[in-house]
């Protein structure tokens, strides 16, 4: 067992590489580039070599090219910075010429200057995301010319609810590990996921930052800082990372650089708001439609199998905007809100009508199922000799039949629990619920790539792995299925 379930995380690590690396391929070679700038309001108001500069700047940060300007290619391929910095000399004709030979383009700014690029191929596009992807925080990373006696070591210390947590000096964060009241209770700073930075929509903010943060306004509250001085502020202090010139507030509140800290913030994140609205409805969803598929399988061919069949049909029948739009019309008779926004998280009236419908919209399929493995089951033989046995209807349904029907279904709900992290497009659309359904859609629009590889990784991870985790819960209900094949001893 333990084999085949090495084999298949490894199966899973590799197709969610797969899948990544050509959403990858596809954003940066068949999409035009110049579209990242559609919504840049700063680059549409540049002009000359600030723009030209401008633009091949943001083309290396988001992965493009490699581009370099006089200064850096003097740097790199010259013996003499000097002579080389000097437009038509022998030195920068000659570095110009070492570039034009490894494959770069020249091209020239406006004052004469040269500079060069290199545009990525596939390979080394997905060379370069996968290579930064994982980031391990040492204490070697911080590089600070105005501070080169800075201590590089770990440590045991405090964290700022009195629990001892492991320190460092010289890492770009802070606090490596620490314990809180906050889900899920042991958090590492030592391991991170780099998905790049956000653009042109939030931009310079890494794009998980974008999907993890809280939302709305700031909350401040009572703090004791490192420095002793206590007063209220929305910073939280196990994000604090190396900042290298200090404010005077920092000053006042912080020993060292450690300054650069994220804030607490009234609303929940993205990922969080989707996962309260799609949590809920999913635990509905079962309540509701198990014991009514269930009920239905009883008594098929009477009349609650007919009036189920009636409700499933006439749930799947109805287009989901149609649903969302009609059911939306409906609270708004009992003066529950029809935007989101209107009354905020807050406000339980709020999330009531758009988990109605997301619950809806799942039902008639759980239902379905339900009702068929329920039936399936109960034409077994086993079934038949329970009955034979003289065991009564109740009794075959609740002890035999269920038991072998509900497998089917708890291997789904991994994946239902899991992926309600995703959101629903549509409902979070239609209610302006600041969820993460609508955020793949939106940042293919404004192009922003970076969001999208991000996106595409955490929910393609998120489907293959919950597969994996729903064949594994059916072998905990039923230990008879045996997930790796037994091979047998030669003789």
């Given amino acids: 067992m333990k084999n085949y379930i090495f084999s298949r995380v490894i199966k899973s690590i590799v197709a969610v590489m797969v899948v990544v690396s050509i959403v990858i391929v596809m954003l940066y070679t ?94 080394q596009l997905i060379w370069n995301f ?90 401040s509250t009572e703090q004791t800082f490192p420095s002793g001085v206590v007063e209220k502020s929305p910073l939280n202090q196990y994000t604090c990372q190396y900042k290298p010139i200090l404010d005077t507030i ?63 049909n006439f749930l799947i029948a109805v287009p989901s905007l149609a649903l969302i739009f009609f059911v939306r019309q409906i609270g708004s008779i009992f003066n529950f809100p029809d935007r989101f926004p209107i009354l905020g998280f807050e406000d339980i009236r709020s999330y009531i009508i758009p988990i109605i419908i997301l619950a809806l919209l799942q039902i008639p399929s759980l239902m379905t199922w339900t009702r068929r493995y329920m039936l399936d089951q109960s034409n077994a033989d086993y079934a038949k000799f329970a009955k034979a046995k003289g065991l009564s209807q109740k009794e075959i349904f609740t002890k035999h039949i269920l038991k072998n029907a509900i497998i089917p279904i708890i291997n789904g709900i991994p994946s239902s629990i899991i992926l309600c992290i995703s959101g629903a497009l549509l409902t979070e659309s239609a209610f302006a619920i600041p969820g993460m359904g609508k955020m793949l859609p939106d940042a293919i629009n404004a192009s922003n790539n970076n969001m999208v590889i991000n996106l595409t990784f955490i929910f393609t991870a998120l489907s293959i792995f919950s597969i994996l985790i729903g064949d594994l819960l059916m072998t905990v209900v039923d230990p008879r299925i045996q997930l790796a094949a037994k091979g047998g001893k030669k003789k």
Avoid at 39 to 61: F, N, W
Avoid at 77 to 100: G, Q
């Fill in 30 to 123: 068949m999409i035009p580039r110049y579209k990242i700038f559609e919504k840049d309001e700063g680059y549409k108001k540049m002009s000359g070599d600030a723009r030209t500069t401008y633009m091949y700047s943001r083309y290396e940060e988001l992965g493009y090219l490699d581009f370099q300007q006089k200064s850096e290619m003097c740097s790199n391929a010259s013996d003499n910075y000097e002579a080389c910095m000097v437009n038509d000399s022998e030195e920068l004709n000659a570095v110009i010429s070492e570039y034009e030979n490894n494959g770069y383009v020249v091209d020239y700014l406006r004052n004469g200057d040269p500079f060069v690029y290199h545009d990525y191929n596939p390979l």
């Fill in 130 to 219: 996968y290579s930064k992807l994982i980031q391990i925080d040492h204490p070697g990373y911080v590089k600070d010319e105005n501070n080169p006696d800075i201590e590089r070591k770990y440590y045991i210390g405090e964290s700022p609810n009195g629990m001892p947590a492991i320190m460092c000096s010289g890492c770009q964060y802070k606090y490596q590990l620490y314990f809180n009241s906050s889900f899920p209770f042991i958090h590492i700073n030592a391991i991170h996921f780099n998905f790049g930075i956000s653009y042109p929509t939030n931009e310079g903010m890494p794009t998980w930052q974008v999907v993890s943060q809280g939302q709305g306004s700031q909350v």
């Fill in 250 to 312: 920092d000053q006042r509140r912080f020993t060292d650089n450690y300054a650069n800290c994220q804030s607490y913030y009234e609303s929940p994140s993205m990922i969080n708001t989707s996962y309260i609205f799609g949590i809920i409805a999913l635990v509905i969803a079962y309540v509701v439609a198990i014991p009514s598929g269930i009920a239905m399988a009883r008594n098929k061919g009477k009349i609650v199998d007919k009036a189920g069949i009636v409700v499933i």
